[in-house]
T-cell receptor
Framework: GENVEQHPSTLSVQEGDSAVIKCTYSDSASNYFPWYKQELGKRPQLIID?????GEKKDQRIAVTLNKTAKHFSLHITETQPEDSAVYFCAASIRVTGGGNKLTFGTGTQLKVEL | NAGVTQTPKFRILKIGQSMTLQCAQD?????MYWYRQDPGMGLKLIYY???????DKGEVPNGYNVSRSTTEDFPLRLELAAPSQTSVYFCASSYAGYNEQFFGPGTRLTVL
């Protein structure tokens, strides 16, 4: 099955700096890659996603890049703010028999933005 | 819209007991999912459904059962609870397979 590795497990940056989180996946059939933000005790919430026919996608301070050949994708957060502090999860999705799809999640990155 | 709702929020079970975690969505989504999240870990897919009457196993289905009799509801049944099932359980739904998955608030389950 699909295996998603995520690095680093913890990341501490100064307010205003950029943060980069990287993920690799194993199944070349994966074609949808969402990123979720989870605050302590809360539910995961989608912050950005990218499909395999796109190399880069940007939404204000957040961007995601995808390299299908190397099977890796990255989350970039610019001008970090204290409210960006949370756990971030990457995921990869493959289509399965019957028309469904399965998301495989990485193990998460605890981002801390320090003042 | 209430979105995805889950009950209960918290539950403590004794080893060997059974329970059903409830999940409902009012967005008319075809796809629904159950995940578990162990402390400090990512989410693992337990079961998913692509429509009423259709369910399939995810990555960690052992010890669980599901049913999908309506579009709105997707209950998760735990039979013979074990300490290894101590976790936070999230239900999610999406309009289609590659669309955003919306998560419920979670159920924190402890098995002692």
């Amino acid at each position: 099955g699909e295996n998603v590795e995520q690095h680093p497990s913890t990341l501490s940056v100064q307010e205003g700096d950029s943060a980069v989180i990287k993920c690799t996946y194993s199944d070349s059939a994966s074609n949808y890659f969402p990123w979720y933000k989870q605050e302590l005790g809360k539910r995961p919430q989608l912050i950005i996603d990218i499909r395999s026919n796109v190399g880069e996608k940007k939404d204000q301070r957040i961007a995601v890049t995808l390299n299908k050949t190397a099977k890796h994708f990255s989350l970039h957060i610019t001008e970090t703010q204290p409210e960006d502090s949370a756990v971030y999860f990457c995921a990869a999705s493959i289509r399965v028999t019957g028309g469904g799809n399965k998301l495989t999640f990485g193990t998460g990155t605890q981002l801390k933005v320090e003042l | 819209n209430a979105g995805v709702t889950q009950t209960p929020k918290f539950r403590i079970l004794k080893i060997g007991q059974s329970m059903t975690l409830q999940c409902a969505q009012d967005m008319n989504h075809n796809y629904m999912y159950w995940y578990r999240q162990d402390p400090g870990m990512g989410l693992k897919l337990i079961y998913y459904s692509v429509g009423a009457g259709i369910t399939d196993k995810g990555e960690v289905p052992n010890g669980y059962n599901v049913s999908r009799s309506t579009t709105e509801d997707f209950p998760l049944r735990l039979e013979l609870a074990a300490p290894s099932q101590t976790s936070v359980y999230f239900c999610a739904s999406s309009y289609a397979g590659y669309n955003e998955q919306f998560f419920g608030p979670g159920t924190r389950l402890t098995v002692l």
